[in-house]
């Protein structure tokens, strides 16, 4: 949490505090003067009835009087405290709502404001790089070698750009319901046989490990499943060591169908684990990050698995790593 965030959190917890101070003050000091309003108006009363001249046998009813008097006071101190409870019951519990709506916004005005820092950064890097190689390629005479290894570095960076903004489009289609989810017939291992091969070309320094079933199919949308299988290799790329091995597979099990992605990366904490899936979401601390990213990948992954009737789960790999499965309910 940066010092603005946490500067206007300060601010707002003592506007907050002191509005509720006053405001419970203004309570109490009603119930006050309106308990002592109401002693004030039975003295008086009592103190008339003392003052009538009444007989022997009025006694009686002068007693009954006086006890209508003290009663109708402990039915008004009744009600004062009852409807002095309520309403501070009712501030409180407005108060709660309040402040939290507030830490809130507070926090996701920061998250978009990262977002919005994270893809300036994520958009300019690989049009830099893209220009820079394109100018190396115009101005020198390069060998074969050369020229294809700068020609793959370029197709990397715009892959990468071109992921990025398939993100954000699609995250902002989905929230406001304007992307209409197909619902066709595709054939899953096909798909992801294709994107792991996408990968391995971009991405050839890595090592790859799959265990595909066959002709697995099912009901969905190929976009937004390419999105979500993207997402989660991408996922596995940043956060593990290039000597390490990617694992992928996908099988049936159980009439469901199970997809996976494995890295042998740093892991992500227990405390963390509930909240990788929150948008604008990273794991770390802000200042410290060096992973690229803007907090929409795995986010979008499950608004697309929850599309598809499909549930997104987070582990720990053994020895180091997560595990990422997804498993839909609707196998075919």
Known sequence: MKNGLKRKLALATIVYWFLLVYIIGALIWWLVLLQKQNESIAQLKLLQLNQSSVSANDRTELEKKRQAVREEESRNTTKYLGEGITFLALILIGAVFVYRAVRRQLKTQQQQQNFMMAVTHELKT?????????????KHQLDENKRQKIIQMTLQETNRLNTLTNNILVSSQLEDGR???????????????????????????????????????IIGDSLLLTILVNNLLENAIKYSPKEKTVYCSLYREKGRIVLEVKDEGIGIADEEKKRVFEKFYRIGNEATRTTKGTGLGLYLCKKIAEDHNADIQVTDNSPTGCIFAVSFKTAK
Not at 126 to 134: D, F, G
Not at 185 to 191: A, K, Q
Not at 193 to 204: G, Q, T
């Open 126 to 138: 690989p049009i830099a790089v893209a220009k820079l190689n394109l100018e190396t390629l115009q």
């Open 179 to 217: 992307y209409a989810v197909s619902k066709e017939e595709l054939n899953l291992s096909d798909l992801l046989k294709s994107s792991v091969s996408d990968f391995r070309n971009r991405f050839p320094e890595r090592s790859w490990q799959t265990g595909i079933d066959e002709e697995v199919e």
